[in-house]
């Protein structure tokens, strides 16, 4: 019976120079290889950018928490001096809003109370600090914020008696068509019209708010028209 016999290889570990020769024929070996000696190269260089991005990461996220913290203390703030202004507590209105805006300034939040502010000082009788304040907060902000503004310097500057800006303001917004509250806006614009002895401008504006209309400012509007009806018949 024949012997079976166990041929052993002996495995010759290659040199890195035979590595590299074979690297030059295999193409995936080759890439491989590049791989490797790019990351020897530059391999601190890439923790490097890992550190700072892990860092960068956790940055962000703790100022967006902070962030986030910062609008919802804001929040109760404002809710607190919204409360004060329904109350008639202006003066303390004036204090909460005038903390929120030095303690949490750049806040959503702040834009807000910054416009509660002027209005706030209207309600006080600082009727020229509010329109400054109204002009400055209109020259920093776009749509329909600036729409509001528009319309709360206007309201302002008729209270103060200055009709004939009021009036190219609220023209200015009747003419944009976006303004939210028409009606309202009609009816001011009325009112200013009454002042500066245009009563046929000041009719034509009223007569603007639709019959069907919901709003209180038709009734209103309705009292006007009937006041310059008895004046014309009157004269």
């Known amino acids: 019976m024949a012997r079976r016999t166990?041929?052993?290889?002996?495995?010759?570990?290659?040199?890195?120079k035979e590595v590299h020769e074979l690297a030059k024929q295999d193409p995936l070996l080759k890439m491989m290889n590049q791989s490797l000696d790019f990351f020897k190269q530059r391999g601190q260089?890439?923790?490097?950018v890992i550190i700072v991005a892990a860092v960068g990461f956790f940055a962000i996220r703790g100022y967006l928490s902070y962030r986030a913290n910062q609008e919802m203390d804001a929040g109760k703030i404002l809710a607190t001096a919204e409360e004060a202004l329904y109350q008639n507590e202006l003066d303390k209105?004036?204090?909460?809003?005038?903390?929120?805006?030095?303690d949490h300034s750049g806040t959503r939040t702040s834009k807000q109370a910054e416009?509660?502010?002027?209005?706030?000082?209207?309600?006080?009788?600082?009727t020229e600090e509010a329109i400054q304040l109204y002009r400055d907060l209109l020259s920093r902000n776009r749509?329909?914020?600036?729409?509001?503004?528009k319309f709360s310097l206007a309201n302002a500057l008729q209270s103060k008696g200055d009709a004939e800006e009021a009036l190219r303001l609220y023209e200015e917004l009747e003419k944009d068509g976006a303004f939210v509250r028409q009606y309202e806006l009609l009816y001011r614009k009325g009112q200013v019209l009454e002042s500066l002895n245009q009563y046929d401008g000041a009719r034509e504006s009223y007569s603007k708010?639709?019959?069907?209309?919901?709003?209180?400012?038709?009734g209103l509007a309705r009292q006007r028209l009937e006041w310059i009806r008895a004046m014309a018949n009157a004269a």
């Open 143 to 149: 749509g329909e914020i600036a729409r509001e503004l």
């Open 6 to 16: 166990r041929i052993q290889v002996k495995r010759k570990k290659l040199s890195d």
């Open 115 to 126: 416009m509660l502010k002027a209005s706030v000082l209207l309600a006080k009788g600082n």
């Open 209 to 218: 708010i639709p019959s069907d209309s919901e709003s209180v400012y038709y």
């Open 45 to 48: 260089v890439i923790i490097a």
């Open 93 to 102: 209105a004036a204090s909460v809003l005038d903390s929120l805006l030095k």
